[in-house]
C-alpha cells in the first residue's frame, strides 16, 4: 500500500472536516431557512386572506343593497393571479361574482401550476386546493359570504421559488468558495509543517551518513517544531563534537602509546645489539615508560568502570571534611615541593555517598590545581552546607583555562593546552571521570576560569 505523505493527508484531513462542516451548516441552514419561510409563507397567505375579505366586505352599499361588481372583478382577479380563487355570495346563496364562473381555464391553469410546483418541490406534503368560506361584514351586520379556495396547507409562488432557489445557490456558492479557500490555507498549513519535517528527515539522514555540519537554521514558527528543530540541531552539534573528540582520542591514544613503547624498542634494541649496557639508569627508563602505559591503560579501565551503565554506588554516611584533609596529607609532598598553600574553608555534616567514588573526584580536582598551580600559589577548598545539598569547591590561582575551551574539559581525552606531555598535563581522563561519578550521584559539577587568575570547580551533591 502506498504511504501518504504528511502533507497530503494534512490537506485531505483538514479539507474533508471543512467540507463536512460546511455541508453540515448548508443542511442545516436550509432547513431552518425553509421553515421559517414556510411559516412566513403561511402567515402572509392568512394575512392577505383577510385583506381580501376586508376589501371585499367594502364593496357592498348596505343603502342601495348593491355591490361593486366592477371592483370585485379587480380584487377577484388580482386574488387568482396569487393563487385564490374567490366567489362571492349574496346571504341568501345568489352568486354575485365567481371567478370559475368568469375565466374557468384560467382557474383551472392556476391550479395545475401551484400543484405541480408544490407536488414537485415538496412531494411528501400531500397538499390539495381547499376552500374556506368566510362572512362578510360592514360593521356587525352580514352583507355576504367569500368562498376563497387554495392550496393547502400553504403555497409558495413562482417567485417564491424563486427566491428559495437563488438562497440555495448562494448557500452552495458560499460553501464551494469556502472549501476551497479552505483546502488553499490547509495546503499552506500542511506545507507549513511538513516542511520542516521533511527537511528535518533528510538532516537526520544526512547526520547518519555522517553528516554533522548540517543546521536547520530557519524558523518554524510553531513552538513544538521548533523543538524539533531545535533538538536535531543540538543532537547533530553533539555529534560534531563527538566525533572531534573521537579522532582526538584516538590521535591522544596513540601518541600516548608510540612514544613509550618506541623509547622501549629503542632502549632494549641497542642493547641487544651489544651498543648500550644494560645498566641500572637504562632499565629504569624502560621500567619508566612501562609504567606510563600501565597507569594509561588503568586510566582507561577505570574511566570505563565510572561510566559503564550498569556502575553501582556503594552508598554509606561519610564525614567529607575528614575525607578532604585525608587527602590533602596524601599531598603533602607534591605541595612542599611546589611550596603551595592549601586551606580548607567550612565544614559539613555527613553526606550519603559513595567513599571512594567521592575521594576520586576530590583527589583529581586537586591534583589537578597542584599541576596548574604555580610555585608559591594558594588553592582553597570550599565546603558549603545546605539542607538539600553540598558544595564542595576548588579554587585556585593558577594558568587558567582558555574561556572556548572549557565546554570541553569534561570530555575523555581533551586536554586545553594541546603541547602538554602526559608528564605535565596526564591523559584527560581526570575530568572526565570527575563528571561521570558526580552525575552518577545526582549532583553536577561547574566550571569557571580565566587566563593566568585561576580556576573554580564547584561539585553540587544532594542528600537524597
Known amino acids: 500500500m502506498k504511504k501518504k ?12 472536516v471543512v467540507l463536512i462542516t460546511v455541508a453540515f451548516i448548508s443542511v442545516l441552514s436550509n432547513i431552518f431557512i425553509n421553515e421559517k419561510f ?32 366592477d371592483f370585485i372583478h379587480t380584487i377577484g382577479m388580482y386574488a387568482l393571479y396569487d393563487g385564490f380563487i374567490i366567489k362571492v355570495y349574496e346571504n341568501d346563496g345568489t352568486s ?20 405541480k410546483r408544490m407536488q414537485k418541490k415538496y412531494p411528501r406534503m400531500n397538499g390539495e386546493f381547499t376552500t374556506k368560506e368566510y362572512k362578510l361584514k360592514q360593521g356587525s351586520d352580514d352583507v ?30 458560499i460553501g464551494s468558495v469556502s472549501l476551497m479557500f479552505a483546502v488553499y490555507i490547509g495546503w499552506m498549513l500542511a506545507r507549513k509543517i511538513s516542511r520542516p519535517i521533511t527537511k528535518t ?22 513552538k513544538e517544531l521548533d523543538a524539533l528543530v531545535s533538538s536535531i540541531n543540538n543532537l547533530a552539534s553533539t555529534l560534531e563534537k563527538q566525533e572531534v573528540i573521537r579522532k ?6 596513540s601518541h600516548e602509546l608510540r612514544t613509550p613503547l618506541t623509547t622501549i624498542g629503542t632502549h632494549i634494541e641497542a642493547m641487544i645489539e651489544g651498543v648500550w649496557e644494560p645498566t641500572t639508569d637504562r632499565l629504569t627508563s624502560c621500567y619508566e615508560e612501562i609504567n606510563r602505559i600501565t597507569n594509561l591503560v588503568k586510566d582507561l579501565e577505570q574511566l570505563s568502570k565510572v561510566e559503564n551503565d550498569n556502575l553501582k554506588l556503594n552508598i554509606t554516611s561519610v564525614d567529607i571534611s575528614e575525607v578532604i584533609e585525608t587527602i590533602k596529607g596524601n599531598f603533602e609532598t607534591e605541595l ?37 598551580t604555580p610555585d608559591f600559589g594558594k588553592i582553597e577548598i570550599t565546603l558549603e552546607d545546605y539542607e538539600t545539598s553540598l558544595v564542595i569547591q576548588v579554587k ?58 585561576g580556576t573554580v570547580f564547584r561539585v553540587l551533591l544532594p542528600r537524597k
Not at 505523505?5 to 474533508?16: D, F, G, N, Y
Not at 383551472?108 to 400543484?115: E, G, L, N, W
Open 5 to 16: 505523505s504528511l502533507k497530503t493527508q494534512l490537506s485531505l484531513a483538514i479539507a474533508l
Open 38 to 69: 414556510k411559516d412566513y409563507i403561511a402567515r402572509q397567505q392568512k394575512l392577505q386572506t383577510e385583506d381580501i375579505v376586508s376589501s371585499l366586505s367594502q364593496q357592498y352599499n348596505k343603502w342601495t343593497r348593491t355591490w361593486n361588481t
Open 96 to 115: 354575485v361574482w365567481d371567478a370559475e364562473q368568469h375565466d374557468m381555464s384560467l382557474c383551472t391553469q392556476v391550479m395545475a401550476d401551484i400543484s
Open 144 to 173: 355576504g359570504v367569500v368562498s376563497i379556495s387554495y392550496f393547502g396547507p400553504y403555497f409558495l409562488s413562482e417567485n417564491d421559488f424563486k427566491f428559495l432557489n437563488a438562497l440555495n445557490t448562494i448557500l452552495v456558492s
Open 201 to 222: 528527515v533528510k538532516m537526520t539522514t544526512e547526520i547518519a551518513e555522517g553528516n554533522y555540519e548540517i543546521r536547520f537554521t530557519e524558523h518554524t514558527g510553531t
Open 248 to 253: 582526538q582520542l584516538t590521535s591522544d591514544v
Open 336 to 372: 612542599y615541593n611546589k611550596s603551595l598553600n592549601v586551606s580548607v574553608v567550612g565544614t559539613a555534616g555527613t553526606i550519603p555517598v559513595d567513599k571512594e567514588r567521592i575521594s576520586q573526584v576530590i583527589i583529581n580536582l586537586l591534583s589537578n590545581a597542584i599541576k596548574y
Open 396 to 453: 585556585d590561582n593558577g594558568i587558567g583555562i582558555p574561556e572556548e575551551e572549557l565546554p570541553f574539559i569534561f570530555e575523555r581525552f581533551y586536554r586545553a593546552d594541546k603541547s602538554r606531555n602526559r608528564r605535565t598535563g596526564g591523559a584527560g581522563i581526570g575530568l572526565a571521570i570527575v563528571k561521570s561519578v558526580v552525575h552518577a550521584h545526582g549532583g553536577k559539577v561547574e566550571v569557571s576560569s580565566k587566563l593566568e587568575t
